[in-house]
T-cell receptor
């Protein structure tokens, strides 16, 4: 099993450009999450999904959109990139359970917005 | 929202020393997890705790779910150079939304 994979690994954008980050998991997990990690800030939840076709806002959702059309994929979109969105983005998935359970993380996407 | 304080922020120790770090929450948690992140990688789960008072070990690592359900501790015994990394605690009060601590950066000198 590949676990959780993220595409691309690195990306540089200009302010105002858009892009989509792809997360895929092959563990048949119900829940998927998108986080951003900034120095000294830990991991902050952007959006999450508790099942195919469902999404919900996390702690820092502004400027991002997500879609979960297939159970194994969770897409994160930046509509109009801003320098404040320069960060490392992590996707995670977890099996179904009562509330929050163990998460498996991808390797991350390092995004720079100029 | 929930607040989670993790301390210390960083630790510089000699190989062979024991390490202790902790997280405290402003509210009651039902789940505590401890992760380790190596440079350039995603976090990897070390230990999961689901019951107040629970004490769980994973090799040289031991974690405890505090009796008050508002704190958790991680201890590493006899540290080695490969223990270097950032350690995160995470918890939740029963929803799908986890809260992460800001991490403890561990540096081990040979």
């Amino acid at each position: 099993n590949a676990g959780v994979t993220q595409t691309p690994k690195f990306r540089v954008l200009k302010t105002g450009q858009s892009m989509t980050l792809l997360c895929a998991q092959d563990m048949n997990h119900e829940y998927m999450y998108w986080y951003r990690q900034d120095p000294g800030m830990g991991l902050r939840l952007i959006h999450y999904s508790v099942g195919e076709g469902t999404t919900a806002k996390g702690e820092v959702p502004d400027g991002y959109n997500v879609s979960r059309l297939k159970k194994q994929n969770f897409l994160l979109g930046l509509e109009s990139a801003a320098p404040s969105q320069t960060s490392v983005y992590f996707c995670a998935s977890s099996p179904e359970g009562v509330g929050f359970t163990e998460q498996f993380f991808g390797p991350g996407t390092r995004l720079t917005v100029l | 929202g929930q607040q989670l304080n993790q301390s210390p922020q960083s630790m510089f120790i000699q190989e062979g020393e024991d390490v202790s770090m902790n997280c405290t929450s402003s509210s009651i948690f039902n789940t505590w997890l401890w992760y380790k992140q190596d440079p350039g990688e995603g976090p990897v789960l070390l230990i999961a705790l689901y019951k107040a008072g629970e004490l769980t070990s994973n090799g040289r690592l031991t974690a405890q779910f505090g009796i008050t359900r508002k704190d958790s501790f991680l201890n590493i015994s006899a540290s080695i150079p490969s223990d270097v990394g950032i350690y995160f605690c995470a918890g939740s009060g029963g929803s799908y939304i986890p809260t992460f601590g800001r991490g403890t950066s561990l540096i081990v000198h040979p």
